[in-house]
């Protein structure tokens, strides 16, 4: 087994997006109290096997379908390339779909004395929604992803169900509804780094048969969704700001970053221009998650 092409199959630098999420979470819950460091452990690392799953499910799948193919513009993948066998991949989906059970029920099993035996059952359901989801996007006879269905997903998992999910993991509440913003700001962040794969995947997708979102759409209309995606990131986290009565500084850094993005994705023309920008953006959320807890 090389060691090599299994991380490249996991997409380290998609990671940085289920830490957002997460982080940002328990960013909202320590505003609240105090953060238990166990649970938080836990609960960053069942998503990280969670979209590890997505990206091991998503290399083969896309294989399978035909969206990953020699004339791919966009970076090479394990199971296309051969450096890693169907077999093989199936083995790893299998792997982490565990890792990602067991993850989850030994959270649930220390975080259920704060959110109870309802919470904990309805949180292993939404766990396993996950694992589902994770497998289903591009896999199957009728893969959602391949029906541009994948924007609603990530919006869902990675931003409602990530952060409402971390934050309540921690208090066993959700009944503040300002913290919804910096959910809905994640889940657009979280889409958009999704649009800008299917903006540079455009062209293969399309002779493939996923009609994602810039397919459906076509390049310059999907462009105009990204700028919209943005915008609805920053109105969410300077309402989110201005609420929680946080330093408003920090609006510059979210206004530059975002500012940046949208200015790069205006100017990419081809797969080689977009490719960077996914990593720039789930960077760029990272970075703004960490300043707010340099913010506190």
């Known amino acids: 087994m090389n060691l090599t092409n299994w991380i490249?199959?996991?997409?380290?630098?998609?990671?940085?997006?289920?830490?957002?999420?997460?982080?940002?979470?328990?960013?909202?819950?320590?505003l609240e109290g105090e953060v238990d460091t166990g649970i938080a452990f836990l609960t960053l690392l069942t998503a990280l096997f969670?979209?590890?799953?997505?990206?091991?499910?998503?290399?083969?799948?896309?294989?399978?379908?035909?969206?990953d193919h020699s004339g791919r513009k966009g970076p090479q993948r394990t199971v296309q390339s051969g450096?890693?066998?169907?077999?093989?991949?199936?083995?790893?989906?299998?792997?982490?779909?565990?890792?990602?059970?067991?993850?989850?029920?030994?959270?649930?099993?220390?975080?259920?004395r704060i959110i109870g035996r309802?919470?904990?059952?309805?949180?292993?359901?939404?766990?396993?929604?996950s694992i589902v989801a994770a497998v289903a996007y591009t896999n199957g006879k009728k893969p959602?992803?391949?029906?541009?269905?994948?924007?609603?997903?990530?919006?869902?998992?990675?931003?409602i169900t990530g952060?409402?999910?971390?934050?309540?993991?921690?208090?066993?509440?959700?009944?503040?509804f300002i913290y919804l913003f910096p959910a809905l700001a994640y889940g657009f962040l979280s889409t958009g780094v999704l649009n800008?794969?299917?903006?540079?995947?455009?062209?293969s997708d399309q002779t493939a048969g996923k009609n994602s979102i810039p397919v459906r759409l076509g390049l310059p209309k999907a462009k105009i969704y990204h700028y919209?995606?943005?915008?609805?990131?920053?109105?969410?986290?300077?309402?989110?700001?201005?609420?929680?009565?946080?330093?408003?500084?920090?609006?510059?850094?979210?206004?530059?970053?975002?500012?940046?993005?949208?200015?790069?994705?205006?100017?990419a023309k081809n797969a080689s221009s977009f490719d960077p920008l996914l990593k720039y953006l789930s960077l760029s959320t990272f970075f703004l998650t960490l300043l707010f807890y340099l913010s506190l």
């Open 118 to 129: 309802t919470g904990s059952v309805i949180l292993l359901l939404c766990g396993l929604l």
């Open 8 to 30: 490249s199959a996991f997409r380290l630098r998609t990671l940085f997006l289920s830490l957002s999420c997460i982080s940002g979470g328990l960013f909202c819950a320590h």
């Open 228 to 267: 919209a995606l943005l915008a609805g990131a920053v109105i969410c986290f300077t309402f989110f700001i201005m609420q929680s009565q946080l330093h408003l500084l920090l609006l510059l850094p979210v206004f530059g970053l975002l500012f940046l993005n949208a200015l790069a994705v205006f100017r």
């Open 196 to 203: 800008i794969n299917n903006m540079r995947d455009i062209e």
């Open 83 to 112: 450096k890693i066998s169907k077999e093989n991949m199936k083995k790893g989906i299998v792997a982490f779909s565990l890792l990602s059970l067991i993850s989850g029920i030994v959270l649930l099993y220390f975080a259920s």
């Open 50 to 67: 969670l979209q590890i799953l997505s990206n091991l499910a998503n290399d083969y799948g896309d294989s399978i379908h035909g969206a």
């Open 144 to 159: 959602y992803g391949y029906m541009g269905l994948g924007d609603i997903a990530v919006f869902i998992f990675f931003g």
């Open 163 to 176: 952060v409402t999910g971390s934050y309540y993991l921690q208090t066993g509440q959700l009944n503040h």
